[in-house]
Every structure is written in C-alpha cells, then in structure tokens.
C-alpha cells in the first residue's frame, strides 16, 4: 500500500498532491489549484489554472473579476478528471453554492478533501455526500463539544418573534456574503415572511448570482430606499462588520442580530454587542463532524484547520488514527 | 421552562431598559399561572435555590464524557453553567421537558440526593438554552441585569398600574403570586397591603428649577432640611418583625444587623443610612464600603458603624401616618426619635428661613460642621400627605452646584444598543507632570452622558478624525498641548483612589460643556482636583 503522505501532504501554500502536480485551496498563488469553493481565504486570485466546480467558478470571477485566475476549468459534480494517472473529482460539500469536497485517487488509494462542509440542509446548495476512502481530511472550525448548532428553523422562528415583539425597531441580521446571507434570506422565506427584505449592497452582487443559480431569494430592496421610520418592523441583512458600522444608525434602534456558529457562545455575543444572536452555521457543528466521521470510518482522519486537537482526541478514543495538519491561513472566524 | 429560557437568553444580551421591559412584561401577559409567578420571583430575588453546588455538576458531566475534552470545552467558554448546558450528552429517551413550576415544586420537596438525581433528569430533556436556565436556578443568582424593580415595573406595566402600587403590597405577596396576577389583570380587588414589617413606597423629590419655581412658590409653606448623603432608607419594626428596604423595596435587614439592632420601637420611619462614629457622620466613600455585600464581619461593623438619620414617620403602633400633613408627621416624629435610647437614630435638624435668599445663602455656604457633606437641601410643604413616587409640587431637591472642572478627552469606547455604532464611553484626564518632567494627561473619569445627540455626533466625528490607537472598542485620541477636545466636566464629589493612577476618583462625572474653544493645554492640573479633595476634607 501506498502511503497517503506521498499523494497529498501539506505544505505552507496548502495541501499538495506531488504526483498530480496541484493544490488544493491554496492560500497564496500557484500553478495548478482545485478549489473546493468560494469564500475568500479559500479562493484566492492569481492562480495558474484553477479547477473548480462551475459555480465556485461564476463566485470567484464576480467577486475577483473575469481575469482572476490564468484558466479555469470547470468541473461538474460527479465528473472527474485524469492527469498523470491522478483521478479528481467533486462531490457536493453542503457549505455554500458550489462548495464541494475534493475526491483524489491514485493507484487504489482514495483521499477526500471536504473543505468546508455541514451536513445539515440548506435551501441554496445540494447537501454532503459521504465517500468511503482511506484517509478523510477533514475541517474542525465548530470542533469542540460545546458547539452543537440549533435547528434552523427554531433560530429563524426567534428572530421573527422578536420582529412581532418590537414592532417600532429594525432587525439587522450580520451574515456573511456568500452563502450565509443567501441561506437566511431563502429560510425566512421558507418561514413565510413575504415582506421585502432589506439588503445592504456589500450583498446585491452575490444576492444576483444566487437568483441567476435559480434560487429564489423573493422581494429584495437595497437598505437606502426607504427613510428611518419606514424600517420598523423591517428585516435589514448586512455583512456582520456593518452592525456596529456607522452605515446601521440610519434604522430606527435596531436590534442586532447575527448569524453565525460562534453565537453559540454568550461570551462571544456580548463581545460584538449583539443583542439576538442566532445559531446558524455553514460548518459541520460537533455532532456532525463526530457523525461524520463515524460514518466514513476512513483509515486515517486528517484535519486541516479549526479546534484540530478536540476531534483528533474524539477519533483515537474510538479508534481512528487522526492526525492535526494545522494549516494556515484559512480563517474560521472571519468565514461563520 | 422554555419560555423562561428564552426569557433569561433575551435579558442577558439586551441592554435598553424600555426592551427589558417589553420582554418581561411580554412573558407575564403569555405565560399562565403558576409559571409566571415563579419566573417574577425569580427575577426579584424571592427565589434562589442552593440545590446544586458547581462540584456536583461538573461530576456528572465527566461521568457522561471524556473529562479532557470537559476541559477544553471550559476553557474554552470560561462559564461552567454554560459549558456544561452546551456540551451536555443526553441520554436517549428523555422525559419531557418540565415546566418551570415542576421544577420549583420538586426542588422544594426533594432530599439533597434525589435533587441530584432530578437535575440531571431535566438536564437531559431539556435543551441548551433550558439546561442553562436551569443551571442558573439552581446554583443561585440569575445575573441577567434586571433588578427586583425592574421585574416590579414590567408587573405594574401588565396591569397598566404604577409600580408604586405593586411595591406597596409586595410584601404580603408570595411567590407565585396568583392574588397579584389576578388583579393586575382585572379578576380580582387589589390583595392586601396588610402585613407586618411591609415595604410602603418611597416619596421623592422634585428637582427644584430655580428659575421658574421659586417665583411661584410661597417660602412661608416649606420646611428645610439638609439632603444627607447616604442611601435612603424605611427602617419598619411591627409585631417584632424588623426590616430595613432600601427605597426600591429591597430587603437590605441581613446586611445591616447594627442598625436592625437599633430598631426598638414600633412603626416605620423613613430616613437616611450613613455610616457615623460616635456623633460623627463619615462621607459616602465609607458607607460603601458595608454597601452590597452578602455578609458582614465584626471588623466592618466596628470600623464603619451604620445609622440612620430620620426624615419622616410612616407608621406608629399600628396607625398609618401617612395621610398626616408634613408638618404634624414631623411633631410625631421629633417625640418618637426622642422617646428612643439608642444613638444609632437620630433626626435631621430642619432648617428654619424666611426667604429664598436666605435659603440660597445657607446652601451656597453651608456652616462649618457635617453640613458641608450633605448633597444640598430638601424643601417639603408643610401640609404634604407622604404619596409614593414622585408627584409634582410638594416636595423638591435643591442639589449644591457640582463641581466643574476642564479636562481633554484621551479614549473613547463605543456605546451600547441605540450607540453602538457611536464613540460615546469618554475617558478624560488633567495635566500633570510626566516620569520625563514633561507635561502629560492623567486619566481622571469617565462619562457618558450630558450632551445632546447632536453633539454626540460631533464628538463621535472628532474622534473618528482624531484616532491614534486602537484596542478593541475603545480608540485612544490625539492629545498634546495644542491638540485635543476639552470637555467642562461636572461632578458631585471627590474620593481618594488607589485603584486610579491619578489618585482620585469622581463621583457623578458628567459632560456639562463641550469647549471646543478650549485650546487643550489650559484645561486643569491635577493639582487643581487634589486642592478640592484637601478641601473637602478639611471640612
């Protein structure tokens, strides 16, 4: 048996597979690079070619422009390709539109890189598909115990009843651009408000490519259109750093909301001012990534990034070699 | 339990009073008998349990996971009720989830070893938010920043009823308080006021505007008295059963015993607690030292003795004086203080004047003695009936002028809610002489308010504008000798301060001028604030 280092190892770019002569999410510029998807300190621009599912691939030229990569390579969900006897393909990872997990193979060995994934549905991507492979290499953004996300259903229905309680005051809801936003918009749709949705414009571009995907985010209007008195009552969603921003004084004493795993923790609540913390996030909470793993039984659990050392414990104490490849440069913070 | 769950998530991250409120008077209107009950005791402080001590539920934790990742996971969160509601590993088949008043019923019945078992049964058919109410509960103290009042008000607000109402018959209520609910939402009359040792609530003060009252009013229908500075206090003895509330109606008697001990009669009376050695009234600085504190030792008793200082008879041997004028209150009560034995008791001289001017003349320069302590003067029409809150007309305050002194803004935080996005916190300092013998700031307060918003504005501007450092919330602002935004700041008092580096600290700092003609380096010296504290203390 081949030894999964000589196929995928970790070097400070990223993840590096030696004999197909590529990176997987590399954080600075390469000449072969396989993105699992969109967000920023996944995508980066610059790279020589870049391989990608077809909407990871629309995501990183709106956001970087046409030019942000030398050539860019489609590739389907399901599809694989085959160069110097390395076979990749993608398969759907739940986190965002387009996210996907990185299945590499070579002579009988099979690695899959998830990038960010979670496992529960999401109205704006199609969700995770376990593949049975030697070594599984795993994110650990949400890996601690403490972090086992709500249904988000109860998070959206607390932010609603918080709307019907304070009738005269705007909510704020902070989420990040790409695919946070996009999800709670589609979830409070799903819940039945029908109202327009006030948007900040850090979101317009990304809100357009979603609708353009086919997913429906119902009435938007920019967060300008209206004068103060007009967004009472009304659901405001913005990038998490507007919410103390100058930009959010002009509604009526908004509520601050945000949207993210880390408002699990009060702590981290208070911290940001932020008054409705909702539970609500792209990455595999603990019991997910714990499932997770359970379920792929792979021969070797690596993790990439996150609270690497929690789950590797989690995996020996059942009887799964991990390892923590620590790497950097992928910011968990910033991303939830 | 859910309800209150999430009531207790909402109160621990809001802010604005007027939100509270709005969540707690919410919760009373939607939850039914006997939950609500229990919730408002729970908010008011009636109930705490000691059922759970944290050594016991970390046990049961570890006995459910492994105790490593126990360990990161609270390192991790810092809070071990709250670690403990998240990482909690339920087993499968839970009961369903108890309501509140299962909870409190069980725990009141229970021994020590079942309430162990039940804990850990309701840990598990809960969820997080739940199992962190709970856990609040049980180890005591709920801290999510709402006082006893504030639960009183959103009460009040229920029934559309002025707190004063509801503070009035509290203390012959008990938890949960079906008689209560039951008026507050028109089935029943008004419960009984009549209980042994109650709570009446306070009369206050209006704040006296010099401008437009004195030509309205006639001197000849006020009494004077100095506004002594301590907190305010109704000390009640009735059938043996002693109390002292402080004047929102919390039960301070544990803290106090020197001063329940002094309670030798029968009646309430309304006074002011300050601490007084021998004949000597000591400065607010030494009252707060016996202030909240769970208990007291021998030591603190004996070094800042309590007293208090009456102002008014409430009640005597059963009558309710109440509905007496001022005037035959205080004949009523200069006999009752008189009749007492103890020294811990005694009475505010009134201020005899026969025009404004005279008045003006005695707050401006009080005599030499502990007059020159007190906050300023009360004025009390004669034939005023004592009426909780604070109606218009009968009674006024008349503080003494602050103190004001210039100093230059150094750091601003931003505000909270309706300020968050403003740098609205200010941290201001005075000149004085650097390690370097160069003039540099010395922090000497902080305030946030007395500006408008519109000034608001223009200070949060200048401090976008002026930034040149950053750490978290708070900016620090350029300040030298030419450079820097001079506030006029007002206070009421100065205390000596180990804990500040410039060696003093404010009482009451606020805003009162914004000197934006002030060019930074003529605002005041250090040495301007340490001859007002040798002042003050030579008094």
């Known amino acids: 048996m081949i030894r999964p280092e000589s196929l995928l190892c970790p070097k400070p770019q990223g993840l590096y597979c030696a004999p197909g002569d590529f990176f997987i999410d590399p954080v600075s510029p390469v000449t072969r690079a396989v993105i699992t998807h969109g967000h920023a300190d996944h995508a980066r621009a610059g790279h020589g070619t870049v391989i990608a599912t077809p909407e990871t691939l629309a995501i990183m030229a709106e956001r970087y422009g046409q030019d942000f990569a030398g050539s860019a390579q489609p590739l389907a969900y399901g599809q694989s390709i085959v160069r110097d006897g390395v076979e990749v393909s993608l398969v759907p990872a739940g986190h965002v539109l387009g996210s996907a997990q990185a299945v590499v193979r070579w002579k009988g060995l099979t690695m899959v890189v998830s990038g960010d994934y979670k496992r529960r549905r999401d109205p704006t991507c199609p969700a995770f598909e376990p593949v049975p492979c030697d070594v599984f290499i795993s994110e650990a953004t949400f890996g601690l115990p403490v972090f086992r996300h709500p249904d988000d259903g109860h998070e959206i ?16 809801v902070g989420a990040y651009a790409l695919g946070k936003a996009q999800r709670v918009i589609r979830l409070l749709r799903e819940a039945g408000w029908d109202r327009p949705i006030y948007v900040h414009g850090a979101l317009e571009r990304l809100n357009r490519l979603y609708e353009a995907h086919g997913i429906d985010l119902g009435s938007l209007e920019p967060a300008t259109s209206a004068t103060k008195q007009d967004f009472a009552g009304a659901i405001v969603i913005a990038p998490p750093s507007a919410l103390a921003d100058r930009w959010s004084r002009r509604f009526p004493d908004p509520v601050a909301a945000f949207a993210s795993g880390w408002m699990q923790v009060r702590a981290r609540a208070r911290q940001r001012g932020v008054e409705l913390p909702l539970v609500i996030s792209d990455h595999a909470d603990w019991d997910e990534l714990t499932a997770t793993v359970d379920e792929i039984r792979p021969g070797e659990l690596w993790i990439t990034h996150g609270r ?11 009887g799964i070699k991990a390892r923590a490849l620590a790497l950097v440069g992928y910011d968990d913070e910033a991303e939830d | 339990m859910r309800a ?15 939100a509270k409120l709005t969540l707690v008077r919410d919760y009373l209107a939607q939850t039914p008998d006997p939950d609500r009950g229990w919730a408002l005791a729970a908010l008011t402080g009636d109930l705490s349990f000691n059922a759970a001590k944290p050594a016991f539920i970390r046990k049961a934790v570890e006995e459910r996971m492994d105790p490593t990742l126990f360990r990161w996971s609270y390192d991790y969160v810092g809070d071990l009720a709250e670690t403990v509601a998240l990482v909690w590993p339920s087993r499968p088949g839970a009961n369903r989830e108890p309501e509140l008043s299962e909870v409190v019923d069980a725990l009141r019945g229970a021994s020590r070893t079942e309430v162990q078992r039940l804990i850990e049964a309701w840990l598990d058919s809960l969820e997080t938010t739940g199992r962190w109410a709970l856990l609040k509960l049980m180890t005591g103290g709920l801290r999510v920043g709402v006082s006893s009042r504030l639960a009183k008000q959103a009460a009040a607000d229920l029934g559309g009823v002025q707190v004063a109402e509801v503070e009035e018959v509290w203390h012959a209520l008990h938890p949960p308080y079906e008689d209560l609910f039951a008026w507050l939402e028109g089935r029943s009359d008004r419960p009984s006021a009549n209980s042994p040792g109650r709570f009446r609530p306070v009369m206050l003060a209006q704040a006296l505007d010099e401008a437009v009252d004195f030509g309205k009013l006639d001197p000849a229908d006020y009494a004077a008295e100095w506004k002594w500075d301590g907190i305010r206090v109704q000390a009640v003895n009735e059938g043996g059963l002693r109390r002292l509330y402080t004047r929102n109606g919390d039960d301070i008697s544990r803290t106090f015993p020197d001063v329940l001990e002094a309670l030798e009669f029968d009646g309430a009376i309304d006074g002011e607690l300050l601490v007084m050695r021998g004949a000597v009234l000591a400065s607010f600085a030494d009252l707060q030292q016996r202030l909240n504190r769970k208990s007291v030792d021998a030591k603190l008793l004996k070094n800042f003795p309590a007293a208090i200082r009456a102002y008014d008879l409430l009640s005597e041997a059963g009558e309710d004086t109440r509905v007496l004028p001022f005037a035959e209150r205080r004949v009523r009560l200069e006999a009752f203080v008189g009749r007492l034995k103890t020294s811990r008791i005694d009475l505010s001289p009134m201020q005899p004047f026969k025009t404004w001017a005279d008045l003006a003349a005695l707050r401006g320069e009080p005599p030499p003695g502990e007059a020159q302590i007190a906050e300023g003067l009360m004025l009390k029409r004669w034939d005023s009936i004592y009426e909780a809150g604070r109606p218009k007309g009968p009674w006024f305050k008349w503080k003494r002028d602050p103190f004001l002194i210039d100093a230059v803004l150094m750091y601003a935080q931003r505000g909270h809610g309706k300020r968050s996005s403003f740098y609205s916190d200010y941290t201001f300092g ?36 002026n930034t040149v450092d950053r750490y978290g919330p708070v900016r620090a602002v350029r300040t030298d000798i030419h450079h820097g935004l001079v506030f006029e700041v007002a206070f009421e008092g100065l205390q000596r301060s180990t804990r500040h580096k410039s060696g003093v600290a404010m009482r009451f700092p606020r805003i009162s001028r914004i000197r934006w003609d002030k060019p930074s380096g003529e605002a005041d010296e250090l040495r301007s604030l340490e001859r007002m504290l040798e002042q003050m203390e030579g008094r």
């Open chain 2, 430 to 465: 005075v000149w004085t002489e650097g390690e370097d013998g160069a003039r540099a700031l010395t922090p000497v307060g902080k305030a946030y308010f007395g500006f408008t918003d519109e000034e608001l504005k223009q200070i949060d501007k200048f401090v976008r504008d």
């Open chain 1, 157 to 172: 229905a607390r932010l609603l009843r918080s709307v019907a309680q304070f009738p005269e005051r705007s909510h704020i």
């Open chain 2, 4 to 18: 209150f769950a999430e009531l207790l998530d909402r109160l621990s991250l809001t802010g604005s009073r007027n």
């Open chain 1, 308 to 318: 690497e050392e929690a789950l590797a414990r989690w995996a020996e104490l059942h």
